[in-house]
């Protein structure tokens, strides 16, 4: 089973920023503490992060025209792009919101996700394991519609 886990703008540097959010894993250990849980649960992850909206919109559109199912964490984009929310909804796999922290617990700007509504689910809160929860949940859902 192929995943498309994309990772937004300035997760790449987790090494930087604050780790009582964030926590302590640097980007490439995320990389590999993800890529391992992916294994665990049969899956072959392709995992790549971009700051760039457009970047992002096209490995989106790639999701779409393979039927690759995708976990995405959209980052700052979460809150505000509606292109990436209109590139997501061309995905007719099932595509899972993640996020590291719970957006919900901290500023205004971050309660809105316009990626959500074209969301299977969204899974917040529980750092690196969002991405195993994700993980988990995907498998169920292939599972339970092959
Ligand atoms: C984030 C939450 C977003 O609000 C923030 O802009 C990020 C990371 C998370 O994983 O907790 O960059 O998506």
Same mark, same amino acid.
């Given at each position: 089973?192929?995943?498309?886990? &994309? ?6 540097? /987790?090494?930087?920023?604050? @780790? @009582? ?25 392709? &995992?790549?992060q ?29 809150h ?11 995905v007719?796999?099932p595509?899972?919101e993640?996020? /590291?922290?719970?957006?919900? %617990? ?6 809105? @996700?316009?990626? %959500? ?12 394991? %969002? ?6 949940? /995907?498998?169920?859902? &292939?599972?339970?519609t092959?």
């Amino acid at each position: 089973m192929k995943v498309s886990i &994309i990772n937004g703008p300035n997760l790449s540097r /987790l090494d930087i920023r604050d @780790s @009582s959010i964030y926590g302590d894993l640097d980007y490439a250990e995320l990389v590999s503490f993800v890529q391992a849980a992916a294994t665990t649960h049969g899956f072959a992850a392709h &995992i790549r992060q971009s700051d760039s909206e457009s970047e992002i919109i096209s490995w989106l559109h790639e999701a779409a025209d393979e039927s690759v199912p995708v976990i995405i964490n959209p980052a700052a984009f979460t809150h505000y792009s509606y292109a990436i929310r209109d590139a997501a909804e061309l995905v007719k796999a099932p595509l899972i919101e993640v996020h /590291l922290s719970n957006p919900l %617990s901290r500023e205004e700007f971050r309660h809105t @996700s316009v990626i %959500s509504g074209v969301a299977n689910g969204t899974i917040a809160g529980f750092g690196p394991n %969002s991405y195993v929860l994700a993980l988990i949940a /995907l498998k169920a859902l &292939i599972e339970s519609t092959t």
